[in-house]
């Protein structure tokens, strides 16, 4: 038994090794070294705030040593697939096809962006010496409390959609449940989940009598949409009709 258990926690490191291994990387006017934090192993997408296709590994190093906000990679080989991560917890290892380096094992030796960047800005290389510092990603996600936020691409035109639990609602109508990431690094709005209940609203008008004479028939409809924000309780289920039948014209037609 003890053998089996050596045997399971050997093939473990094997998997998840780490590489203690010193890769340098010049491109851009940014001179870096970096070491392989895991092989084989690949971060959930818990967090991810950029998802860039069709680079190398090393530009991927390159993007999120650019960003002050950028705590760890996942870099995924089989579609040369570069995720940056707002932060680096590992959770639970998923075996994959991907390099996992932590931003603590990216060391920036050489930056275009002399004096730094804010945190949320980019440094972009712009001629042969010199750089500046762009907002290409909204940052400042919050998911609103009862409710969720869909989507975890962060960046300047990339959309993200509110929900809210069962039983909540966005607190106005008029909210759209979809915000996109505007080039100032702000989301065009946020959505905050409410309470919601339903009661009735008025009634309509009277339909048009059914006869002109000898008790015709007329009705009135009321539909349950009328929002109640808060703990009141509901009187009725959202999307029902209440009908209200009556009698009308009740004198007798003239005889002929």
Same mark, same amino acid.
């Given at each position: 038994?003890?053998l089996?258990?050596?045997k399971?926690?050997?093939?473990?490191?094997l /998997?998840?090794?780490?590489?203690i291994? =010193?890769?340098? /990387?010049?491109?851009?006017?940014?001179?870096?070294e970096?070491?392989? *934090?895991?092989?084989?192993?690949?971060?959930?997408?818990?967090?991810?705030?950029q998802f860039?296709i069709g680079?190398?590994?090393?530009q991927?190093?390159v993007?999120?040593? =650019?960003? %002050?906000?950028c705590? +760890?990679?996942?870099y995924?080989?089989q579609?040369?697939?570069c995720?940056?991560?707002?932060? +680096?917890? &590992?959770e639970?290892? #998923?075996? %994959?096809e991907?390099?996992?380096?932590?931003?603590? @094992? #990216?060391?920036?030796?050489?930056?275009?962006?002399?004096d %730094?960047?804010?945190?949320?800005?980019?440094c972009?290389? &712009?001629?042969s010496?010199?750089?500046?510092c762009?907002?290409?990603e909204?940052?400042?996600?919050?998911a $609103?409390?009862n409710?969720?936020?869909?989507g975890?691409?962060?960046?300047?035109?990339?959309?993200i959609?509110?929900?809210?639990? $069962?039983?909540?609602?966005p607190?106005?109508?008029?909210?759209k449940?979809?915000?996109e990431?505007?080039? @100032?690094?702000?989301?065009?709005?946020? &959505?905050e989940? /409410?309470? *919601?209940?339903?009661t009735?609203a008025s009634?309509?008008?009277?339909?048009t009598? +059914?006869?002109?004479?000898?008790? %015709?028939?007329?009705?009135?409809t009321?539909?349950? +949409?009328?929002?109640?924000?808060g703990?009141?309780?509901?009187?009725?289920?959202?999307?029902?009709?209440?009908?209200?039948?009556? &009698?009308?014209?009740?004198q007798?037609c $003239?005889?002929?």
């Amino acid at each position: 038994m003890f053998l089996k258990m050596m045997k399971c926690e050997l093939i473990s490191l094997l /998997v998840f090794q780490t590489v203690i291994a =010193a890769v340098n /990387v010049n491109i851009n006017n940014f001179e870096l070294e970096y070491f392989v *934090t895991y092989e084989n192993w690949c971060k959930s997408d818990k967090d991810r705030f950029q998802f860039i296709i069709g680079i190398s590994i090393e530009q991927c190093v390159v993007e999120c040593g =650019a960003r %002050g906000h950028c705590s +760890s990679l996942n870099y995924r080989n089989q579609i040369n697939g570069c995720e940056l991560f707002l932060t +680096s917890e &590992t959770e639970q290892p #998923i075996p %994959g096809e991907c390099v996992y380096v932590k931003k603590d @094992n #990216i060391n920036v030796t050489k930056s275009p962006c002399q004096d %730094g960047c804010a945190y949320g800005q980019v440094c972009e290389s &712009t001629s042969s010496q010199g750089g500046m510092c762009k907002i290409k990603e909204c940052i400042n996600t919050t998911a $609103p409390k009862n409710g969720a936020v869909l989507g975890n691409l962060r960046g300047v035109g990339n959309m993200i959609r509110y929900m809210c639990n $069962p039983g909540y609602e966005p607190k106005n109508d008029g909210q759209k449940p979809v915000a996109e990431c505007l080039d @100032n690094g702000q989301w065009s709005h946020v &959505t905050e989940c /409410v309470k *919601t209940n339903y009661t009735w609203a008025s009634w309509s008008p009277w339909s048009t009598c +059914s006869l002109s004479c000898d008790s %015709g028939s007329q009705s009135r409809t009321r539909e349950c +949409s009328l929002r109640i924000e808060g703990n009141g309780a509901s009187n009725c289920d959202k999307g029902d009709v209440d009908v209200d039948n009556s &009698t009308c014209n009740n004198q007798s037609c $003239p005889s002929k």
